[in-house]
């Protein structure tokens, strides 16, 4: 056993995973798993640069995770950063302050190894299951950025498109300074318009309707899972390796588009840094259900966090 601690930093959260790590058995057991929304990509498809408010928030953040690893005592920490800090014209703020705290530096990491390490946390478990076939599709739907990853037993082909809950929110349903609350129409076919052209360019890589199961990752993946499931509260067990109907994630989605802030935060397994991005989210999920063919998602709760550890451990 090895213990590790992998931090994932994205647009919208940052997580933090601390396990014991047997490559040999192919184990990872959780000592540690936390989440915070920091909205690191505030603003940076507008901007290009990170905001201070959101560089502070993250750092809050890195601080509570430096005292867990050092309380759990890590022998190595990976600390990989995705699509806000990739953007960023100011990133070197952004490392300089990780260093500082947690003494190691973030890797900027590309979309293709993102997609990597999704894949490896989202399937390392599934691979020996007979009632999913495979090839897999793990689509890794972030605040930034969405990840495609085909694959059977090893990646085939995977690519990385800039189409995720947070930046098509900030960039569609955004008018005077305010989220529209709900969306309009227009607003709604914006996003579609969007989406489209994003698979457009994933399928030039990926080879998408060849999956034969789609494996959804991320926190708007596992709202829609946990809404779906009817939830009093949030409830990892229950959620991973649930499954959902593309008729289940169609009624969401609307359901979501058509409703106010206050309804959807009224959600009981609502996460407050959720409610606003959410609606986006869960049309990603459906549009990209609808242009696979998929009948249904399988919903995982490990990830690209999870692919980090085994990054270390392996």
């Known amino acids: ?13 940052i997580r933090l995973l601390v396990a014991d790590a047997d490559p040999a058995s192919g184990e990872l057991k959780d000592l540690d798993r936390r989440m915070q929304i920091v909205r690191l990509g505030q603003g940076v498809d507008r ?20 005292a867990v690893i050092k309380g759990l005592g890590a022998e190595q920490v990976r600390f990989v950063a995705t699509s806000a ?8 703020d952004f490392v300089n302050g990780v260093v500082g705290i947690l003494g190691v530096e973030p890797e900027v990491i590309t979309g293709d190894q993102e997609a990597e390490f999704s894949y490896t946390g989202a399937t390392k478990e599934l691979s020996g299951r007979t009632d999913l076939a495979q090839p897999f599709l793990v689509v890794d739907i972030g605040g930034g950025s969405t990840e495609f990853v085909l694959g059977d037993g090893a990646v085939r082909a995977a690519r ?8 098509m929110t900030e960039r569609h349903l955004v008018h005077e300074g305010a989220i529209s609350d709900p969306p ?6 914006a996003i579609k318009a969007d989406v489209a052209a994003a698979l457009d360019r994933a399928e030039e890589t990926v080879p998408l309707r060849e999956a034969a199961t789609l494996v959804g990752l991320a926190g708007s993946v596992t709202t829609v899972a946990a809404i779906a499931l009817g939830l009093k509260q949030y409830d990892s067990e229950a959620i991973h390796h649930s499954r959902l ?9 609307g359901r979501l588009l058509s409703s106010t802030h206050a309804e959807r935060a009224a959600i009981p397994v609502m996460h407050p840094g959720r409610v606003d991005v959410i609606a986006a989210g869960a049309l990603v999920l459906l549009s990209i259900m609808e242009r696979t063919g998929a009948g249904e998602v399988v919903v995982s709760e490990h990830d690209i966090l999870d692919g980090i550890a085994w990054s270390i451990a392996d």
Request: aromatic fraction near 4%.
């Open 245 to 253: 109907s593309l008729a289940q994630v169609r009624e969401i989605t």
């Open 1 to 13: 056993m090895k213990r590790v601690a992998a931090i994932d930093c994205g647009t919208n959260s």
């Open 85 to 92: 800090s990739r953007d960023a014209e100011n990133r070197e």
């Open 160 to 167: 990385s498109v800039d189409v995720g809950c947070v930046r």
């Open 47 to 66: 901007t290009g640069r990170l905001a201070p408010e959101a560089l502070e928030r993250t750092f809050a953040a890195c601080r509570e995770y430096a």
């Open 184 to 189: 309009t129409a227009g607003q709604i076919a």
